[in-house]
């Protein structure tokens, strides 16, 4: 895709601090730095979200992150902790419609990251959950 700016970092054509590459992705540092170490990886095929990946694309990717992880955790004795995020939809606060997962290391609960989920737990009863549950395990072999 000629204006993804994740396909020019992959191309070359635009600079990037690169940690780890292969012939299907392409892992490096994000731009922002939410906390040191903050990387990204991203598969070098063009796809806008997981919604758009295969088995296939899935099992390259997310194989990778166990060792990525590792890496970025094995490079700084203060890491204690990692968030791995994969933003999918506008929505969802994703900007770049490039596949991406973000591996942002933890040095402490003052870092300056946080995700914060709210407790909605008084609006889904029993049967509520069920109900979800049963539209998911319906569309699960689509």
Known sequence: MTDC???KIIAG???SV???EDAD???FLDISQATKGH???VPKKHVPDVFAY???LAATVFSRLPKLAR???ASDPQITGMNILNNNGAVAYQSVFHSHIHLIPRYS???DFSIHFGDHSDRFDTAALNAVADAIRAKVGD
């Open 5 to 7: 700016i994740f396909c």
């Open 13 to 15: 054509e635009i600079p």
């Open 18 to 20: 690169k940690v780890y």
């Open 25 to 27: 992705v392409l892992a």
């Open 39 to 41: 990387t990204l990886l």
């Open 54 to 56: 295969d088995a296939t």
């Open 71 to 73: 890496a970025i955790q």
């Open 109 to 111: 609960d003052q870092d």
